[in-house]
Nanobody
Framework: VQLQAFGGGLVQSGGSLRLSCAASRSIDDDYYIGWFRQAPGKEREGLACIRRGDFTIYYRESVKGPFAISGDNAKDTVYLQMDSLKPEDTAVYYC?????????????????WGRGTLVTVSS
């Protein structure tokens, strides 16, 4: 399965963006799709994940509220709605997949990393 993230762009502080992660084909119900980001000079960090089968969701505590993850199984697509964006949200955003468990902090356990999409938030 290949994942592709898109929907990034330039937005002003306080604005919103919705990112999409499209899978090349349907994935099994026990897989999670996760959203991650990597800012310049920083490590990649997990933001949110959703399990295909029952839409179980987990968030990184710092983005709970402004960010919301959702999925459309019919389209094999997962979304990340980002509101109240701040300049520190500027990063390349990626999606990836993992079986059975989420584990946002353990970025090395995720696979099928898609090519990221750049989000730039201007002040």
């Amino acid at each position: 399965v290949q994942l592709q993230a898109f929907g990034g762009g330039l937005v002003q502080s306080g604005g919103s963006l919705r990112l999409s992660c499209a899978a090349s084909r349907s994935i099994d119900d026990d897989y999670y799709i996760g959203w991650f980001r990597q800012a310049p000079g920083k490590e990649r960090e997990g933001l949110a994940c959703i399990r295909r089968g029952d839409f179980t969701i987990y968030y990184r505590e710092s983005v709970k509220g402004p960010f919301a993850i959702s999925g459309d199984n019919a389209k094999d697509t997962v979304y990340l709605q980002m509101d109240s964006l701040k300049p520190e949200d500027t990063a390349v955003y990626y999606c990836a997949m993992k079986r059975n468990r989420c584990g946002l902090a353990m970025t090395w356990t995720w696979g099928s990393w898609g090519r990221g999409t750049l989000v730039t938030v201007s002040s």
